[in-house]
């Protein structure tokens, strides 16, 4: 009958009062999953933001399609680099920010067969790549004009040194071909080792990576600037550009900012959980909130006779508080364990990668506990405070 279940009393009560906390205990389990789930995903995108790339991606901005200029292409670079606020400048169409790739099998001299080919990226760079992106040599030098034997010199990084299996200082002057069929190979000498630096998505191992000098058909020019007003210097590279390529639209990007959209996934994914949190725990407060004030309206005599024998507002209102809590102890219960599985599992996408720290669940429990302490207390104060006299007149 609906008016027995309403005075709280018959199964039907029972029955009515066990889905209704196995509700409270779901919706607030999924609010802490969600918490747990957000602060990872912000977490690992902190990490991905702070981590050292091993190459400065601050401060750089990028002309899109330098190629257009032709063979005006270094005129270009060198004017530049003649502005105030430019620090240094380098072509190239190989960047660690999403641009082009290029793989290929090298051997090592004297082992030609097919089982020895070492997979790398191939890079073709200019002289001021290294310098212009700060990255640190561990072993030999960079390329120089100075040396005109440098067209057919190399730089590996550190993820070659095992593949060769020597150190930095025994892979200088090693000799590697790209045409094992001919009779007349090329070989390339290794003139430096660059420390390893990031240019695939952090979810990524870094790979072996030679770099070789070119510069002729760049696509890209990265200037680096000095800290100050960029927009001036962008309209002085602008107005270079239209008086070299004139007609040739002028675009650019910050590197920061291509580096960035190589997470997107994750910046979207942390953004769908912050709304998905927000909403489960809209949920779950309404749906506590109701179960309070039908739990003390339901138990409004008890708690006219507790204040009639002394008890004070604050004893009654923890004793209707505490019950909730512990269905919300429950939820905590399911949800932390589940939440450290699923967010490991998605962490296993990335070779770099937080190991979660234990404040994150301690941060959910506790945002789930003052959530629901804040939800049942309005219920439950106002319960306490109404004159026994008219909770023991309630039918």
């Known amino acids: 009958m609906p008016v027995s279940v309403l005075k709280g009393s018959g199964q039907s009560n029972v029955g009515g009062r066990k889905i209704r906390n196995s509700l409270v205990v779901f919706q607030f389990a999924i609010s802490v999953f969600l918490i747990v789930s957000t602060l990872v995903v912000f977490q690992q995108l902190k990490f991905i933001q702070g981590k050292d790339l091993g190459f400065t991606k601050d401060q750089v901005v990028l002309i899109n399609d330098a190629f257009a200029a032709g063979s005006q292409i270094q005129t270009f670079k060198e004017e530049v680099t003649k502005l105030g606020q430019v620090e240094s400048a380098t072509l190239s169409s190989f960047l660690p920010t999403p641009s082009n790739r290029s793989n290929g099998p090298f051997f090592r001299e004297g082992a030609f067969e097919q089982e020895n080919a070492i997979q790398m990226q191939t890079w073709e760079v200019d002289n001021d790549y290294i310098p212009t992106l700060n990255m640190e040599l561990v072993a030999g030098r960079n390329f120089d004009r100075k040396f005109v034997a440098d067209s057919t010199a190399m730089v590996i990084n550190e993820a070659m040194l095992p593949i060769l299996g020597v150190s930095a ?227």
């Open 169 to 395: 200082e025994e892979a200088l002057g090693m000799r590697l071909s790209q045409d094992p069929e001919l009779d007349e190979k090329v070989f390339y000498t290794v003139i430096g080792v660059v420390k390893n630096f990031h240019f695939e998505s952090l979810r990524e191992n870094i790979g072996a990576l030679g770099l070789f000098i070119d510069g002729t058909s760049s696509s890209t020019l990265a200037v680096k600037l000095k800290a100050g007003d960029f927009s001036n210097t962008l309209a002085g590279i602008e107005s270079i550009w239209h008086k070299i390529a004139p007609g040739q639209p002028f675009s650019y990007r910050f590197m920061d900012e291509s580096f960035n959209t190589t997470y997107e996934a994750e910046q979207k994914l942390g953004s769908i959980f912050m709304v998905f949190t927000f909403l489960s725990i809209l949920i779950a407060c309404l749906g506590l909130f109701g179960l309070a004030a039908f739990n003390a309206q339901k138990r409004t005599k008890e708690i006219g006779i507790r204040k009639v024998l002394g008890a004070s507002v604050s004893q009654i209102t923890y004793r209707l508080t505490t019950d909730f809590l512990k269905m919300v102890g429950i939820a905590i219960i399911i949800s932390l364990p589940i939440g450290w599985f699923a967010m490991n599992k998605w962490l296993e996408d990335f070779s770099y990668r937080i190991d979660i720290p234990w404040w994150v669940f301690a941060l959910a429990a506790v945002l789930a506990i003052g959530i629901a302490i804040i939800t049942v207390s309005y219920q439950s104060i106002k319960a306490a405070v109404v004159n026994p006299v008219k909770s023991l007149r309630t039918e």
